[in-house]
């Protein structure tokens, strides 16, 4: 453990602008979303139709999780946070634990490190206590701002101690997914794996006719959610994520013991002994055709799951609550093409994210030192850009594009119109594409003029993405909701398409992008 109290220094110093930025930004979304719904329910009896339509309705209830007080106020206005804001802090703190384990590792880092007074412990050590607190801090702050807004303290406590509970889960999660692997990026990859079988099975467990299914028990997630914040305040659920991560955290430890420095119980496949890569294009597309195709893969997934429940949300018509809350989420073209609509909105932020993890792969070459030595023939720094760029845009497109034809093969079956729906999902998704590319484009903005801003592409995606889920039930004024990209896309199926807009959106990322071109062209390479 010798140097633990450094490495702490040096992580918090590292993450001083990421980690308040995150907390804070959640923070302000749990708090502001408790605060605008208020208004939503002016009595109990409003409440309870719309917890009653909620619980009533797989669809939302696979996304969301079910209602469990329909007179609460705190139960009902974070219904959505509660499960999938959980989602969010897991992955946060997935980054977190690669990042200064792993990543480091990989880059070599700490083995410059270890040859001072560094223990081999000390790595993870220092990241558990830094992950822990931040965790910690976290749930105190959404506690005491859901407190200050006017819920009940109990409940908004639970609400804190559940969000602080999986980030010290999902931090020991990282951890052990740091020693099984040789890469971050493989790293990474397992532990937003293992959130999302998390997140599946708190679904499944909900969709049972138990209350909750045994599913949700396995769920750290799930755990989230039983703690049944301003529903009860069920206390004893905590014991639950506290003894995983009492198993958790000692298996991290032990198997950083029993492996070699940089290397992995789950080594990666060598390639072929022979190959020749002829362009700049075909080495970007070598080192990103395994996670376009695990994007490919999870986008068909999610596609065909979200497609074949979208026909059960036609049960909300009884309910006027229910349907001004899923137009405020989607359009006002008809229940189901108002949740259609909603979904495929929040697909082209979440595939966005394909072209900012590009645009970092870019960033990451360059610290690497590789970009440097491929720069040093006769590869020009455009042609090195252009390769990633044009890997970037082509796989957020196809991402979109699949996962939009599986949604309408879905929802086709299940209404007996395949053929139509598959065309109309399909281009339903189409038009998220420009508002993608302009993040795309900005992160590629940012690379160019600050390089160690990078991912900062990160943090505009989590602000477009909250003005777009909340920005209406804030009550923010027009000219900031308009600043995100995706308040331009249509909202189809069943709304209204402005060419004019899509061309503005494709014309905005075109100059964004010739712009970080430009720079990118003019700077320094970093070694």
Not at 375 to 402: F, M, P, Q
Not at 419 to 425: A, C, D, K, N
Request: charged share 10%.
């Amino acid at each position: 453990m010798t140097g633990t109290a450094a490495m702490l220094r040096l992580d918090l110093r590292r993450d001083r602008w990421l980690l308040p930025a995150w907390i804070i930004g959640l923070a302000l979304v749990v708090v502001s979303s408790a605060a605008a719904t208020r208004g939503l329910y002016p009595d109990k009896a409003s409440l309870a139709s719309a917890a009653q339509t909620l619980n009533a309705t797989g669809a939302l209830v696979a996304l969301y999780g079910k209602v469990y007080d329909p007179t609460s106020l705190g139960a009902i206005s974070l219904i959505k946070l509660t499960a999938f804001g959980a989602a969010i802090v897991a992955i946060l703190f997935v980054f977190v634990a690669v990042r200064h384990t792993r990543s480091d590792e990989e880059s070599g880092r700490l083995e410059l490190l270890a040859g001072g007074a560094v223990g081999r412990f000390a790595p993870i050590a220092a990241t558990l206590v830094e992950g822990t607190g931040a965790s910690l801090v976290l749930g105190a702050a959404c506690a005491l701002g859901l407190g200050i807004v006017g819920l009940p303290w109990a409940g908004a406590v639970a609400f804190g101690a559940g969000w602080a509970a999986t980030g010290v889960v999902f931090t020991a999660a990282g951890l052990c997914a740091a020693q099984l692997t040789v890469s971050a990026r493989a790293a990474v990859g397992l532990g937003l794996m293992a959130v999302g079988v998390a997140y599946a099975l708190r679904a499944v467990g909900d969709l049972g006719a138990a209350d909750p299914g045994w599913a949700s028990w396995l769920s750290p997630i799930g755990w989230s959610q039983q703690l049944r914040p301003f529903a009860g305040n069920r206390w004893w659920v905590l014991a639950l994520p506290l003894l995983a991560s009492a198993l958790a955290v000692p298996l991290a430890f032990l198997l950083r013991a029993r492996r070699d420095f940089g290397a992995g119980y789950l080594p990666d496949r060598a390639g072929p002994a022979e190959g020749r890569m002829g362009s700049a294009l075909a080495l970007a597309w070598r080192l990103q055709r395994g996670v376009l195709a695990a994007w490919l893969l999870g986008g068909l997934v999610m596609g065909l799951v979200l497609g074949s429940i979208a026909h059960s949300v036609t049960g909300m018509l009884d309910s006027p609550e229910m349907r001004r809350y899923v137009e405020l989420l989607g359009g006002a073209q008809g229940l189901t093409d108002a949740f259609l609509a909603a979904e495929v909105g929040i697909l082209g932020a979440v595939v966005s994210a394909f072209g900012i993890a590009t645009v970092l792969r870019m960033s990451g070459e360059e610290t690497a030192g590789r970009a440097e030595q491929i720069l040093a023939t006769a590869v020009s720094r455009l042609r090195w850009a252009a390769g990633y760029l044009l890997v970037a845009v082509l796989g957020v497109a196809a991402i979109l594009l699949l996962t939009g034809a599986a949604m309408g093969l879905a929802h086709g079956l299940a209404i007996d119109d395949p053929v139509g729906q598959v065309g109309r999902l399909t281009a339903a998704a189409a038009g998220q594409i420009p508002a993608a590319l302009v993040l795309t484009a900005l992160t590629m903005l940012l690379f160019g003029l600050v390089p160690r801003w990078t991912a900062a592409g990160w943090v505009l995606l989590l602000a477009f993405v909250a003005l777009g889920e909340f920005g209406t039930l804030w009550r923010l004024p027009r000219w900031l909701l308009d600043a995100s990209p995706f308040a331009h896309s249509p909202q189809l199926p069943g709304g209204p398409v402005s060419v004019l807009a899509l061309v503005g959106l494709l014309a905005a990322s075109a100059l964004i992008l010739a712009a970080g071109l430009l720079l990118w062209r003019r700077r320094d390479v970093r070694g």
